[in-house]
């Protein structure tokens, strides 16, 4: 069973660039998540998508946008980088969009904005 | 607003010694309470989860509390160990979905 990944690990980008963000979900997973984490800080949620379909976002400007493919991959976009964008994104995957399901966690793609 | 804390300062305790962690909620009605333990530059890793109709809930070594009218969940880390030490993260989860709201995580040094 393949675990949680995500592309890339690292990144460094420029204010006012666009960036996308790449999650593969465990396998039998069709909920997706995606959460930012400022260092020091829990993570915060942006949205989620299940069955490819947005179901939910946190206090994300509409900047911060999403999409999932019929594999239950997943895409993070951000657009017009700020400076405070720099932090680590998580994407989790879980069986489905009920919360008494726990969720995997990938890595992260530690994102730095200059 | 929802307002989640977690003890900001880190815990330093003994191997050995149980290691008791709090999560403190406000504006909020949670279905389902989760703790989770983070490692540095990883993913945070599910550990538990408790209902809010569950008292107390038991996983090896790690015993968690939920209380919905004092709105604070207690995180238990018995006979700890240096591998123990990590930051452990609260999330409340509504019924209708499992979007997660976060605590700020504390941080557990286990000394030899």
């Known amino acids: 069973e393949t675990g949680v990944t995500q592309s890339p690990t690292h990144l460094i980008k420029t204010r006012g660039q666009q960036v996308t963000l790449r999650c593969s979900s465990q396998?039998?997973?069709?909920?997706v998540s995606w959460y930012q984490q400022a260092l020091g800080q829990g993570p915060q949620f942006i949205f989620q998508?299940?069955?490819?379909?947005?179901?939910g976002r946190g206090n994300f400007p509409p900047r911060f946008s999403g999409l999932q493919f019929p594999n239950y991959s997943s895409e993070l976009n951000v657009n017009a980088l700020e400076l405070d964008d720099s932090a680590l994104y998580l994407c989790?995957?879980?069986?489905?969009?009920?919360?008494?399901?726990?969720?995997?966690f990938g890595p992260g793609t530690r994102l730095t904005v200059t | 607003s929802q307002k989640i804390e977690q003890n900001s300062e880190a815990l330093n305790i003994q191997e050995g010694k149980t290691a008791t962690l709090t999560c403190n909620y406000t504006?909020?009605?949670?279905?389902?309470l989760q703790w989770y333990r983070q490692d540095p530059g990883r993913g945070p890793v599910f550990l538990l989860l408790?209902?809010?109709?569950?008292k107390e809930k038991r996983k090896e070594r790690l015993k968690v509390t939920f209380d919905t009218t004092l709105k604070q969940s207690l995180f238990h880390i018995t006979a700890s160990q240096p591998a123990d030490s990590a930051t452990y993260l609260c999330?409340?989860?509504?019924?209708?979905?499992?979007?997660?709201?976060f605590g700020g995580g504390t941080r557990v040094l286990v000394k030899p």
């Open positions: 989790a995957s879980s069986l489905s969009q009920d919360g008494i399901y726990e969720q995997y």
């Open positions: 396998s039998g997973h069709n909920t």
């Open positions: 998508y299940y069955r490819e379909e947005e179901n």
């Open positions: 504006n909020y009605s949670p279905a389902y």
């Open positions: 408790i209902r809010e109709n569950e």
């Open positions: 999330a409340l989860a509504g019924a209708a979905g499992n979007k997660l709201t």
